[in-house]
């Protein structure tokens, strides 16, 4: 028998309603009855990693999340912002199997060697009161069908897919929460979504009440921010035609607040400046960047066609036309990027031209947190 160590798709496995306890929230109780069963079949000492989302913590019952903690710092679950591209790394270069029921048909591009290995990848079978494990169904997929999964992967791990009534529309906070107070007429990031009934709710994680429509949302593009060392997103959000905000430091009346982000940024966004850059989007829906007199500058990476090019200083006062796979870079420590995506309020849901496309790792929706601070 050939060796079948593995790496299992955590989050993929705790959601699996078909696997005890029935519930309707993903369970760690499932990913043990799982991993018993293999090595009930293949044997006890068979090396299973176990690659997970490190979102599915939140989602789990609050009694799992000290168990989820543990079993991170023995080292029983690697905790990712993104587990399928390191699950999928981890599978090729070891030669492990994949326990999973996902095609990853989003990750065919980057990982081509899935469909020549379609008998490494195994799902699970209700089998009696116990499981059994068969062939997860890998066959290979048309070059469309990839990038309209592409596509469609980002938006479910945004809350977005197929919600027509949020991205069709500009929001507002009609409570007293910090994002309603800065932003009353229109609140800057995209809405939170209420997964389980589909209603925009406000970003902030103290408020997450609904949100009341505040007109049409012009066309627009999707901003992505992120760490520029490891790539780890910040957080993204739109940008309408005809609109100017700026990114910075401060609780910016018309601006993004780099600042307030997840404490894990904060040593990326420290050299940002409070006032930084000026970003608009035209008509015609290119972006322009202007630096506002930043202390640590702002830098442009144009793309070559195959890479990206050496950074150039953008000067103080002068304004840079982006193409979509430009990159800009402030105070060398946080890129900004489009992420190729346009969205259409007509249609309600993104027109997929301008190329591009950027990954999001399954995390909670950025925790904005607001200060009235504004000074230094």
């Given at each position: 028998m050939p060796e079948m160590h593995a790496v299992v798709d955590v989050s993929n496995v705790c959601w699996a309603g078909d696997i005890e306890p029935w519930s309707k929230v993903p369970r760690l109780d499932r990913l043990r009855r799982l991993t018993g069963a293999w090595r009930g079949l293949y044997g006890a000492q068979t090396r299973l990693e176990c690659v997970v989302d490190r979102a599915l913590r939140y989602e789990l019952p609050a009694g799992e999340r000290r168990e989820f903690d543990r079993m991170c710092r023995s080292g029983e679950l690697v905790a990712v912002p993104y587990a399928d591209p390191v699950?999928?790394?981890?599978?090729?270069?070891?030669?492990?199997?994949?326990?999973?029921?996902?095609?990853?048909?989003?990750?065919?591009?980057?990982?081509?060697?899935?469909?020549?290995?379609?008998?490494?990848?195994?799902?699970?079978?209700?089998?009696?009161?116990?499981?059994?494990?068969?062939?997860?169904?890998?066959?290979?997929?048309?070059?469309?069908?990839?990038?309209?999964?592409?596509?469609?992967?980002?938006?479910?791990?945004?809350?977005?897919?197929?919600?027509?009534?949020?991205?069709?529309?500009?929001?507002?906070?009609?409570?007293?929460?910090?994002?309603?107070?800065?932003?009353?007429?229109?609140?800057?990031?995209?809405?939170?979504?209420?997964?389980?009934?589909?209603?925009?709710?406000?970003?902030?994680?103290?408020?997450?009440r609904p949100l009341v429509q505040v007109g049409a949302r012009r066309p627009s593009r999707q901003i992505v921010v992120a760490r520029q060392d490891d790539g780890s997103e910040i957080l993204r959000f739109p940008l309408e035609a005809g609109d100017c905000v700026e990114v910075g430091r401060g609780a910016l009346a018309h601006g993004i607040n780099l600042d307030g982000l997840d404490r894990r940024h904060r040593s990326a966004v420290a050299a940002v400046s409070r006032h930084h850059l000026l970003l608009e989007l035209d008509d015609g829906l290119t972006l322009s960047a202007r630096d506002i007199g930043s202390t640590h500058g702002t830098e442009v990476r144009r793309w070559g066609g195959r890479a990206l090019g050496e950074p150039k200083r953008l000067p103080p006062g002068d304004t840079a036309r982006l193409n979509a796979p430009d990159q800009l870079i402030l105070a060398g420590a946080v890129s900004i990027r489009m992420s190729g995506r346009r969205y259409s309020p007509e249609a309600g849901h993104p027109d997929y031209g301008g190329g591009g496309g950027a990954t999001t790792a399954f995390e909670e929706p950025p925790r904005q947190k607001v200060t009235r601070d504004d000074e230094g």
């Open positions: 699950l999928l790394t981890r599978a090729k270069e070891g030669g492990l199997r994949v326990i999973s029921r996902d095609k990853f048909v989003d990750m065919r591009r980057r990982h081509p060697w899935i469909e020549g290995a379609a008998e490494r990848f195994h799902a699970w079978r209700r089998e009696g009161t116990g499981l059994g494990f068969g062939s997860s169904g890998i066959v290979p997929v048309a070059g469309q069908v990839v990038s309209r999964a592409e596509e469609d992967k980002e938006l479910v791990r945004d809350g977005l897919k197929d919600r027509k009534a949020v991205l069709g529309f500009a929001w507002k906070c009609v409570s007293r929460c910090a994002l309603a107070q800065l932003w009353p007429d229109r609140i800057l990031l995209w809405p939170a979504v209420d997964r389980a009934t589909g209603t925009p709710v406000c970003p902030d994680p103290n408020c997450r």
